[in-house]
């Protein structure tokens, strides 16, 4: 990826390792290949669920990080149950790892707040490469680029489909999928300024567009995965023609979908939970310790527990946590997380993993912390403001 303004060799759009985008990967699967992104616990990647056939259950995924490039097998792919091929409806899919990803690999929370839209944001991806004046280079032979550009979300997608229903050739569920399209500065080619008077003429030589190839890469928020690009249209009536030159082809004019994250998060957050296969169930089953292990990683469950009671049925319970070193340091013996953990309709209790880092190095025992804060919905009693848990990493490599 990117279609972009200036050329595809700009170093500015290099999304070289080290910048913070080293969990935006490869994925590979069927003879085809997009691009997914790494969720903060590390054990699935996010992407486009049309990058696989009927059929395909398997994927390669490969991440170019500062330690270098590796590719690591997925197994099983879970598709969204209600994806609709047809329509470029509840395009995603979560990609499972076979084992730990690389420890120098960034994760990734949601972007759970539904006021994405006026937002600026990220994309990063493997897609082919071009410019907004002539689209993607057909004949490109060379590496995949991880490249990044900047774009503006301008709607959600039910805004052109009230406009422009009954001229369109697809039909999007509605509130599932943000758009932005590709401005090049002037109002000529400003494609949501002319079909739906949203006049925004763009970000100037920062913005881009995504391109076959970046299928399944996210757009980022404030550092957040807000969605995950789906794909690209030409939309031009008989009064309006904003694409320079009214081909599919990533240029100046088109839009861009993507599937809108915070949509899907229930969807997403329950899958995880579901694959912790050796989680505790219960607080008799939580255990403050956790073996260090001798490479890659391995989780450290907290378990929260909700005894009140909901202001209704259907009420969504949060609260926001992150870990914070104790004689344990983060990115050496544990990877830091920072998320917001939802409690859904109809469960009243949910884990938190946190990976450890595993080595051969002695060392003695060491802690690190959880702190849970800002409960919506709920509170946890009079005066507390602030929860906290500790564990302890125990090593298990024996001192000579």
């Known amino acids: 990826m990117v279609s972009t303004v200036t050329r595809a060799n700009d170093s500015t759009h290099r999304a070289v390792p080290g910048l913070g985008y080293d969990g935006v990967v490869k994925v590979s699967a069927g003879g085809y290949y997009g691009t997914g992104v790494l969720l903060f616990d590390g054990q699935a990647v996010l992407t486009a669920a049309h990058l696989f056939d009927p059929g395909v259950t398997s994927a390669s995924v490969t991440f170019e990080t500062t330690a270098g ?29 076979d084992q730990s990803a690389p420890v120098t690999a960034e994760r990734y929370g949601l972007y759970r707040s539904p006021d994405e839209i006026g937002q600026v944001l990220t994309l990063v991806g493997y897609g082919t490469p071009g410019t907004g004046a002539n689209g993607t280079i057909d004949s490109y032979s060379g590496e995949s680029l991880r490249l990044m550009a900047f ?10 489909d009230a406009r422009f229903g009954r001229i369109l050739t697809w039909e999007p569920a509605s509130g599932t999928q943000l758009i932005a399209d590709f401005d090049d500065g002037s109002s000529r080619h400003d494609a949501l300024g002319q079909l739906l008077d949203l006049d925004h003429l763009g970000i100037g030589v920062n913005e881009g567009l995504i391109s076959p190839g970046d299928s399944g ?37 088109e839009i861009a979908s993507w599937q809108r994250v915070s949509h899907y998060q ?85 884990v938190i993993a946190v990976e450890v880092i595993g080595d051969t190095t002695p060392e003695e025992a060491e802690t690190f912390f959880l702190d849970v804060f800002n409960p919506v919905g709920a509170d946890f009693g009079a005066g507390v403001t602030q929860l906290s848990a500790t564990r302890i990493i125990v090593d298990d490599d024996w001192w000579g």
Do not use: C, K
């Open 69 to 97: 490039s590796e590719t690591l097998t997925a197994s099983r792919v879970t598709l969204h149950p209600d994806y609709d091929p047809v329509n470029g409806n509840h395009d995603l899919a979560l990609v499972w790892l």
């Open 151 to 160: 774009n503006t979300f301008d709607a959600g997608i039910e805004t052109l």
């Open 217 to 253: 890469g996210p757009a980022f928020v404030d550092g957040r995965v807000a969605g995950i690009a789906s794909y690209t249209a030409s939309i031009n009536t008989w009064l309006t023609q904003p694409d320079v030159d009214n081909q599919v082809n990533s240029s100046f004019g």
């Open 266 to 350: 229930q969807w997403i957050d329950l899958s995880l939970r579901a694959n912790y296969t050796d989680a505790p169930s219960n607080a008799t089953e939580v255990s403050p310790m956790v073996q260090e292990g001798d490479s890659g990683t391995s989780h450290a469950y907290f378990l929260l527990e909700f005894n009140g009671t909901r202001s209704g049925p259907e009420a969504w319970l949060s609260v926001d946590y992150a870990t914070r070193d104790g004689t344990a340091v983060a990115g050496q013996d544990y990877l830091p997380v920072s998320e917001t953990l939802v409690l859904y309709p109809g469960e009243d209790q949910a």
